[in-house]
């Protein structure tokens, strides 16, 4: 279960592992080891995350949430999905699996180095099995270090730099600790796990879900199906319905009378049956309905539709 502040258990200055990943077709992980001053320079780093979630209200996760600067979003790790597959060297483990057990990791060297980009950095930490954190970063740490450049220490001269170099900076994109995914940034989180593939395979379940709240012609849970698999807003809106599963408390009566309020006509979309006949045409406006995307303005009454939203 979620819970507010996850986090404030977490002691940054308990033994942390950098790890990086890179994907071709399937991801690889390895650990790569620290010295003390570049661990404790982590630590910082780390120290300066959790400030910022103390900071912030945390937020359920939802394909149409909207993160601002005053929020961190959450989802249950097991939420997660099936993305990243990872290769078959880390048994089938989940990337945080794999990542909470970092130390576990094979070590990187410079015949193991990739000759193209990394993917992600994350630090672990904690010297608990179980008690442990993960803090992701998507971006690469040797980004712009390539070859054919000249890299130096100065010093009293220029001495040329000949071993791989790594560069950090001091922000993170997500935290795991126990069952809990801190969402820092939407654009990494939808990368990472939210990949196209691994989402369509979840739309049947998503629309049995659905039809479940409220009916739909057995046609138009097809032509829903066939939407959703092209369309990716169709998708988020899908999706966002069924995990805020807000539509199994609303009784039919309500639900055409805010029909008719936010200018659908439920005579023509729902059947005499009571069932949504969701014709190609009419599938976006009614998820955008379910969803309570459509608005009007308190002070000119005009119709409006939100594609992001927060609660208040």
Known sequence: MVTDKPFDA??????????VGWTSTRTKLRQVPLSHDVADAFREVLNSTLTDLAAR?????????????????????????EKPELVSEHDGATLMDALLAAEDLPVLDRGTLPAGDLSFYAITVGDTAGQRAVFLRR???RRGLKRGRIYSIFSDALQTVEEPIFAFDEWM???????????????VFA???????????????????????????????????KRALRDSRIRARLEAIVR???????????????????????????????????????????????NEDLFAGALTNTSFRADKKATR
Not at 69 to 81: D, H, K, R
Not at 192 to 200: E, I, S, T, V, W
């Open 10 to 19: 977490i002691n940054a200055q308990a033994t942390v592992t950098l790890s």
């Open 191 to 225: 990368a990472l796990f939210r990949g196209q593939d691994a989402l369509q395979k979840q739309i049947p379940a998503w629309t049995t879900d659905l039809n479940a709240a409220v009916a739909i012609a057995e046609s138009g849970r097809e032509r829903l199906e």
């Open 244 to 290: 805020r599963g807000h539509l199994t408390s609303v009784s039919g009566e309500t639900l055409r009378g805010a029909m008719e309020t936010s200018g659908l006509d439920p005579d023509h979309l729902i059947d005499a049956d009571g069932n949504f006949v969701l014709e190609d045409e009419d599938i976006a406006p009614v998820l955008y309905f379910l």
């Open 139 to 141: 971006t690469n740490p």
């Open 57 to 81: 209200d945390a937020q359920p996760w939802a394909p149409d949430a909207d993160l601002s600067p005053e929020t961190y979003l959450t989802i249950i790790v097991s939420e997660l999905g």
């Open 173 to 187: 994109d997500l935290v795991c600790v126990g069952d809990t995914v801190a969402v820092l940034s939407q654009t």
